[in-house]
């Protein structure tokens, strides 16, 4: 395993707050080496958290998770989400790498005391012990006695050792060849930095991994490293121990659950800043727009459209800079306050009580979930969006619309002001309603006359 020659390229990944594209940035490349040489380069190597880029719309942010990727294979060597709450202070980190750097000179100085705390509790467990073990470990330890066995398969192997009858000095000396590799080439090579208890129970077994967790000789700065690792490998236990260990796990997956939420909160900040930042894009255009019209001295008399859509982007730009001043609220569950009066059914209906008609037209309906209702308008075509993103199907509906409706109770703010300022620059009708129902909609469009 340890002469096996891998391909590890270390990425961030994580989803474009903007966007919402996955994207993946290769940050570093080991190279094809055998698995020893990229496991000693490990310990030498940072990777410093810092920004990537939307392949998509070039937006900056933050990475979600730190991968170590084989590249032959494909296979994924270890995935670590990327915490932003700041537990481990340069300090702190500055002393751990200390003592990773000095972990055989530390290990030398107690080594003798771990393999007999290590061989002891093999003893008494000794069934589940050798359970436990590999099939190369098995015959290592055969080795260290100089025996040999006639087994044929991983069962037969245990079944010959367990029956052998040993000694108790024969398993001591059994116990220490067999997981010398374990102990010297994969605990103590990798250290406790770079150590994976989830895999490692997979890997050597339940009892060893716990037994290391809990009596392996760290440094000071090490066993914080340790206090994480046993609410991974220590959920039940007996005697007096017991409740310490539940508590401990406890807290653990409370630690691991907060700093999730500070994942999440970190995300979505970016997720406001980028909405933020095309609000504030938005708002620059439409100041632009107006600057131009007022600097146009070639006009002597304008048109009455022309002065509807000023005073329109005008009303647009008050409604812009009154939400950045207001406190941010999650806008799905926030009614949008319209400046615009309603369609109202009595207001609209003319005196003579003539109808539009909508045959050919093609209505446009942001807000809620209204295209199953839409599926059944036969008099003209209805396009629908829930109005909670500004994707490439919301695009595609203000340029195919002849008229935009917004249910104002079902839609984000940025939603109506994107198809507000889209109806103002495309002299489109647009029109607010509370009201739901599609047909009830459209009768209220008949008899409300067109704006342009």
Same mark, same amino acid.
């Given at each position: 395993?340890?002469?096996?020659?891998?391909?590890?390229?270390?990425?961030?990944?994580?989803?474009?707050?903007?966007?919402?594209?996955?994207?993946? !940035? $290769?940050?570093?490349?080991?190279?094809?080496?055998?698995?020893?040489?990229?496991?000693?380069? #490990?310990?030498?190597?940072? +990777?410093?958290?810092?920004?990537?880029?939307?392949?998509?719309? &070039?937006?900056?942010?933050?990475?979600?998770?730190?991968?170590?990727?084989?590249?032959?294979?494909?296979? $994924?060597?270890?995935?670590?989400?990327?915490?932003?709450?700041?537990?481990?202070?340069?300090?702190?980190?500055?002393?751990?790498?200390?003592? +990773?750097?000095?972990?055989?000179?530390?290990?030398?100085?107690?080594?003798?005391?771990? %393999?007999?705390?290590?061989? &002891?509790?093999?003893?008494?467990?000794?069934?589940?012990?050798?359970? !436990?073990?590999?099939?190369? !470990?098995?015959?290592?330890?055969?080795? @260290?006695?100089? #025996?040999?066995?006639?087994?044929?398969?991983?069962?037969?192997?245990?079944?010959?050792?367990?029956?052998?009858?040993?000694?108790?000095?024969?398993?001591?000396?059994?116990?220490?060849?067999?997981?010398?590799?374990?102990?010297?080439?994969?605990?103590?090579?990798?250290?406790?930095?770079? %150590?994976?208890?989830?895999?490692? $129970?997979?890997?050597?077994?339940?009892?060893?991994?716990?037994? $290391?967790?809990?009596?392996?000789? #760290?440094?000071?700065?090490?066993?914080?490293?340790?206090?994480? #690792?046993?609410?991974?490998?220590?959920?039940?236990?007996?005697?007096?121990?017991?409740?310490?260990?539940?508590?401990?796990?406890?807290?653990?997956?409370?630690?691991?659950?907060?700093?999730?939420?500070?994942?999440?909160?970190?995300? +979505?900040?970016?997720?406001?800043?980028?909405?933020?930042?095309?609000?504030?894009?938005?708002?620059?255009?439409?100041?632009?727009?107006?600057?131009?019209?007022?600097?146009?001295?070639?006009?002597?008399?304008?048109?009455?459209?022309?002065?509807?859509?000023?005073?329109?982007?005008?009303?647009?730009?008050?409604?812009?800079?009154?939400?950045?001043?207001?406190?941010?609220?999650?806008?799905?569950?926030?009614?949008?306050?319209?400046?615009?009066?309603?369609?109202?059914?009595?207001?609209?209906?003319?005196?003579?009580?003539?109808?539009?008609?909508?045959?050919?037209?093609?209505?446009?309906?942001?807000?809620?979930?209204?295209?199953?209702?839409?599926?059944?308008?036969?008099?003209?075509?209805?396009?629908?969006?829930? @109005?909670?993103?500004?994707?490439?199907?919301?695009?595609?509906?203000?340029?195919?619309?002849?008229?935009?409706?917004?249910?104002?109770?079902?839609?984000?703010?940025?939603?109506?002001?994107?198809?507000?300022?889209?109806?103002?620059?495309?002299?489109?009708?647009?029109?607010?309603?509370?009201?739901?129902?599609?047909?009830?909609?459209?009768?209220?469009?008949?008899?409300?006359?067109?704006?342009?």
């Amino acid at each position: 395993m340890m002469n096996k020659m891998i391909h590890i390229k270390v990425l961030f990944k994580g989803h474009c707050p903007r966007c919402k594209r996955y994207n993946e !940035e $290769v940050i570093y490349d080991y190279g094809l080496k055998p698995y020893w040489v990229v496991e000693k380069e #490990m310990d030498s190597v940072k +990777h410093y958290i810092h920004d990537i880029s939307c392949k998509r719309c &070039a937006t900056a942010f933050s990475p979600e998770s730190l991968v170590y990727r084989e590249s032959v294979t494909g296979s $994924v060597y270890y995935e670590r989400p990327i915490d932003y709450d700041g537990q481990t202070n340069p300090e702190t980190l500055d002393l751990q790498m200390k003592e +990773h750097e000095n972990r055989f000179e530390y290990f030398r100085q107690h080594e003798t005391e771990f %393999w007999d705390g290590f061989t &002891a509790h093999a003893l008494q467990n000794w069934r589940d012990s050798i359970n !436990e073990l590999r099939p190369e !470990e098995l015959l290592a330890g055969l080795a @260290g006695l100089d #025996m040999t066995t006639n087994a044929r398969t991983v069962n037969q192997l245990r079944r010959d050792i367990l029956n052998r009858g040993m000694s108790i000095d024969q398993k001591i000396k059994f116990w220490y060849a067999a997981n010398h590799d374990y102990v010297y080439d994969q605990l103590l090579e990798i250290g406790p930095m770079g %150590w994976y208890v989830e895999g490692d $129970v997979k890997q050597f077994g339940q009892l060893r991994t716990r037994y $290391v967790v809990l009596n392996y000789p #760290m440094e000071e700065a090490h066993e914080r490293l340790r206090t994480d #690792m046993i609410g991974k490998v220590v959920r039940k236990d007996r005697g007096d121990n017991a409740f310490l260990f539940k508590r401990i796990a406890q807290l653990s997956d409370e630690l691991y659950r907060l700093s999730g939420n500070l994942r999440d909160k970190h995300h +979505h900040i970016q997720e406001m800043r980028a909405e933020i930042e095309d609000k504030n894009k938005k708002i620059h255009e439409l100041y632009q727009a107006l600057k131009n019209e007022r600097g146009n001295k070639n006009i002597i008399s304008r048109d009455p459209d022309d002065i509807r859509k000023i005073q329109d982007l005008k009303s647009l730009i008050n409604e812009l800079i009154l939400a950045q001043d207001k406190p941010k609220k999650e806008e799905r569950q926030e009614e949008v306050v319209i400046e615009e009066v309603p369609i109202d059914f009595e207001r609209s209906d003319s005196a003579t009580g003539e109808r539009r008609n909508l045959e050919g037209k093609t209505i446009g309906i942001i807000g809620g979930q209204r295209a199953k209702q839409a599926k059944e308008i036969t008099e003209c075509r209805i396009l629908t969006h829930t @109005g909670y993103t500004q994707d490439p199907e919301f695009e595609s509906l203000l340029k195919e619309s002849d008229e935009l409706v917004i249910l104002t109770q079902f839609v984000s703010h940025a939603a109506m002001w994107t198809a507000k300022a889209h109806a103002i620059d495309q002299n489109k009708s647009i029109h607010y309603t509370k009201a739901i129902n599609l047909y009830r909609i459209l009768d209220d469009i008949k008899k409300t006359p067109v704006t342009h």
